[in-house]
């Protein structure tokens, strides 16, 4: 059946480092959107892709969208402590129904050392 | 303030009780979903709803059940037959026709089964 994969599953970081994660579909997608989870938390949007090869950016955050539409990853820059939760990957189910039918990636957890 | 309100936040449960989750909205949204999220994992589509007094199964719903008698309100009704309903349990809910098809969440609600 159709799958989302993300890599890596947990990711520690000092501080200033960098981090990247990123997430393969098993179908081309539509669309891919991204979600962030704080501990204890509830997911919330962050950004929605449309276009082969599309790259988008948000302060120190960089989304991009593969040319075959089935892969994404996404960066940020200079990690700070208010970046730490769960980053999910999230695509269309490819059977339809609503548009908020999604399947998501089993996330990247990502905890920032100061 | 518009936005999805759950609840309970909190709620334990004896093997063999139903239990329902509420989940309100005032976004004026037509669509509405449960996600369900396990440790670890992606959230996964239990049910949704895309017009009043209709919804579809998503790929987890047995031992669920739902209902959409107004459009601000889709409660979850976790019954006896799911075999292992201990989860943090997310609605959500999101424009339909026009927009990005983003998932607008409640801050959850946490089941465990005693």
């Known amino acids: 059946g159709q799958q989302v994969m993300q890599i890596p599953q947990y990711q520690h970081v000092q501080e200033g480092e960098d981090f990247t994660t990123y997430c393969n579909s098993s179908?081309?997608?539509?669309?891919i959107q991204w979600y962030k989870q704080r501990p204890g938390g509830h997911p919330v949007f962050l950004i929605q892709l449309v276009k082969s090869g599309e790259v988008k950016k948000q302060k120190r955050l960089t989304f991009q969208f593969g040319e075959a539409k089935k892969n994404s990853s996404l960066h940020i820059t200079a990690t700070q402590t208010t970046d730490v939760g769960t980053y999910f990957c999230?695509?269309?189910?490819?059977?339809?129904?609503?548009?908020?039918?999604?399947?998501f990636g089993k996330g990247t957890k990502l905890s920032v050392k100061p | 303030d518009g936005g999805i309100t759950q609840s309970p936040k909190y709620l334990f449960r004896k093997e063999g009780q139903n239990v329902t989750l509420s989940c309100e909205q005032n976004l004026n949204h037509d669509a509405m979903y449960w996600y369900r999220q396990d440790p670890g994992q992606g959230l996964r589509l239990i049910y949704y709803?895309?017009?009043?007094?209709?919804?579809q199964k998503g790929d987890i719903a047995e031992g669920y059940s739902v209902s959409r008698e107004k459009k601000e309100s889709f409660p979850l009704t976790v019954t006896s037959a799911q075999k292992n309903p201990t989860a943090f349990y997310l609605c959500a809910s999101s424009i339909l026709g026009r927009g990005t098809g983003e998932l607008f969440f409640g801050e959850g609600s946490r089941l465990t089964v005693l």
């Open positions: 999230a695509g269309p189910m490819n059977y339809g129904g609503s548009q908020g039918n999604l399947i």
């Open positions: 709803s895309q017009i009043v007094n209709d919804f």
């Open positions: 179908t081309t997608l539509s669309n």
